[in-house]
């Protein structure tokens, strides 16, 4: 299973930026794929989630401004991220495990198998 993903990008604060992750090996419908961040100098942290194709969920801190979505033909996951803040700052990586993971899992990244290379999103002040 191979993840890439993209679309990073230096974006004022309230702009957008949309990631994408292309999957090879692994389909987007099946399992559960998601999405963490790492800022400079902090944890990585879950960002958000979609299983079995369907199901999402989002961190408290991206609920209503993030949004995830995939493309079945392009075995592609996408977060569309809007009103971006300063504190979005930080390296973006899509992850994915072949379980249906219960919400509770989701969260933790030790939970999934594979991994993309980040994709750095800077959010300007």
């Known amino acids: 299973v191979q993840l890439q993903a993209s679309g990073g990008g230096l974006v004022q604060a309230g702009g957008s930026l949309r990631l994408s992750c292309v999957a090879s090996g692994h389909g987007v419908s099946t399992g559960t794929i998601g999405w963490f961040r790492r800022a400079p100098g902090k944890e990585r942290e879950f960002v958000a989630a979609?299983?079995?194709?369907?199901?999402?969920g989002y961190a408290d801190s991206v609920r209503g401004r993030f949004a995830m979505s995939r493309d079945n033909a392009k075995n592609t996951v996408y977060l569309q991220m809007n009103s971006l803040k300063p504190e979005d700052t930080a390296d973006y990586y899509c992850a994915a495990t072949t379980s249906n993971l219960i919400v509770s899992s989701r969260r933790n990244s030790n939970n999934y198998n594979y991994w993309g290379q980040g994709t750095l999103v800077t959010v300007s002040s």
């Open positions: 979609i299983r079995s194709g369907v199901t999402f």
